[in-house]
């Protein structure tokens, strides 16, 4: 079994992915820490905590992280999560707080506390781990794996160039695509295919409460829903290559992050042609949906069994 830490901005897709690493018997979360991303940091807390209840992991740490971005102006993404993060899912609030202290020592002190042992999964704005890295440069060498989701080699989403995490905190990305790890990429190449069609929807109707109060009004909330389209559940993505790399096609890379640029602030600038490089990254080219959905609707059908 991988234990994973989870750093995170739920965020309707981030909550898809808790829910998947929570049901997964390949995986145990060891922990949750949060960033200001696709709402602000109290928000995205807020979330993860609900979620910790709500799927019955009450001990598990939740720590508050980074509110916003190394150097520049937070941005958002509410006008696709809406205002609460999590569209239209209404789960109870929490009755826990998180726990205390701050996400960077609680990265740095995981990671140092099993070397080797934890993989750290980073699905928003990398914040959080860029200032880990900084506090602490052997967390590159503690952490078993940094799986992230984010990037792109097409094209991005919040801008033609970027994809949102990156284009969040583009400094940080910076700081940990250098920081002498191989970073896996799982980006926007990948994450397009993994599309909640309505044949994904109606098995999420079957599964009782589950799907009613989460899994149903976050997928109809994040974007539209037919027959062959539906919106693309980005992180569950990164979560799932966790539990089954076979399912995304990887290959290495040189990876840097623009920071400079005018129209590419936030760009994941992707070399697959090496020329004498050493990669530092392994960049995530495809995905087999099929294969996808099978894992994650029978995993969400697990944790709706109780
Ligand atoms: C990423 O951006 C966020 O809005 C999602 O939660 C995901 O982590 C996709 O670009
Ligand atoms: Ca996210």
């Excluded at 052997?138 to 078993?144: G, I, K």
């Excluded at 990164?238 to 400079?260: G, K, Q």
Aim: proline share 8%; with cysteine.
């Amino acid at each position: 079994m991988k234990q994973v830490l989870i750093d995170c901005d739920p965020g309707i897709d981030d909550a898809l992915a808790i829910v998947l690493a929570h049901g997964s018997p390949a995986l145990e979360i060891v922990g949750i820490t949060t960033v200001g991303g696709n709402v602000p940091l109290e928000r995205t807390t807020g979330n993860a905590l609900a979620l910790r209840e709500y799927l019955g992991f009450p001990k598990i740490p939740v720590v508050p992280g980074c509110a916003g971005p190394l150097l520049r102006a937070p941005i958002d993404a509410a006008d696709v999560h809406g205002h609460s993060g999590l569209g239209d899912a209404r789960l109870p609030p929490p009755a826990l707080p998180p726990s205390p202290g701050h996400a960077v020592d609680h990265i740095v002190d995981t990671l140092r506390g099993a070397p080797g042992e934890i993989t750290l999964v980073a699905i928003g704005p990398l914040t959080n781990v860029a200032l880990a890295v900084r506090r602490e440069p052997r967390v590159v060498e503690w952490a078993r794996e940094l799986v992230i989701l984010g990037g792109s080699w097409t094209r991005g989403n919040k801008t033609p160039a970027a994809e949102f995490n990156m284009a969040a905190d583009p400094e940080a990305a910076a700081i940990v695509f250098a920081a002498g790890w191989t970073v896996t990429m799982i980006g926007l190449d990948v994450t397009r295919s993994a599309l909640a069609t309505g044949a994904v929807v109606d098995r999420m109707r079957t599964m009782g409460p589950l799907g009613a109060d989460l899994l149903v009004p976050c997928v109809e909330s994040y974007g539209m829903v037919t027959a062959d389209e539906g919106p693309a559940v980005h992180d569950a993505c990164a979560v799932a290559y966790l539990i089954d790399p076979s399912l995304v096609r990887v290959e290495p890379a040189v990876v840097e992050i623009e920071t400079a640029g005018r129209l590419t602030s936030g760009m994941s600038v992707v070399d697959f042609d090496l020329a004498g490089r050493t990669p530092n990254a392994l960049v995530g080219t495809s995905l087999d949906a099929p294969r996808f959905w099978e894992l994650v609707l029978a995993t969400y059908a697990e944790v709706a069994a109780g």
